[in-house]
Nanobody, 116 residues
Framework: QVQLVESGGGLVQPGGSLRLSCEASGSSFRDNVMGWYRQAPGKERELVAIISTGGGTNYADSVKGRFTISRDNAKNLVDLQMNNLKSEDTAVYYC??????????WGQGTQVTVSS
């Protein structure tokens, strides 16, 4: 079993920054694609950013240039640095982990609220 625990959410003003962190345990972190999804009230969960086992990344158009995903395989961590936050970024953010031949695992989510 894989467990994912997110941290770092909170309330920030527009233009501010937050850094989310996800710690994984229970399986080989190095072999898994990692990512962040988010779900705003009344909307479906959407991909924010992913990072491959080799470190390649991809981002939703809405966050390109503002968010950066990274991973530390030695510490089983994946982070999401969020800069220049907008009100539209308000959502619950979920950590995601998937090995190629298995179903994904999800964290419990951490709330990010961007408001004046």
């Amino acid at each position: 079993q894989v467990q994912l625990v997110e941290s770092g959410g909170g309330l920030v003003q527009p233009g501010g920054s937050l850094r989310l962190s996800c710690e994984a345990s229970g399986s080989s972190f190095r072999d898994n694609v990692m990512g962040w999804y988010r779900q705003a009230p009344g909307k479906e969960r959407e991909l924010v950013a992913i990072i491959s086992t080799g470190g390649g990344t991809n981002y939703a158009d809405s966050v390109k240039g503002r968010f950066t995903i990274s991973r530390d395989n030695a510490k089983n961590l994946v982070d999401l640095q969020m800069n220049n936050l907008k009100s539209e970024d308000t959502a619950v953010y979920y950590c995601y982990s998937k090995r190629w031949d298995r179903s994904p695992y999800w964290g419990q989510g951490t709330q990010v609220t961007v408001s004046s």
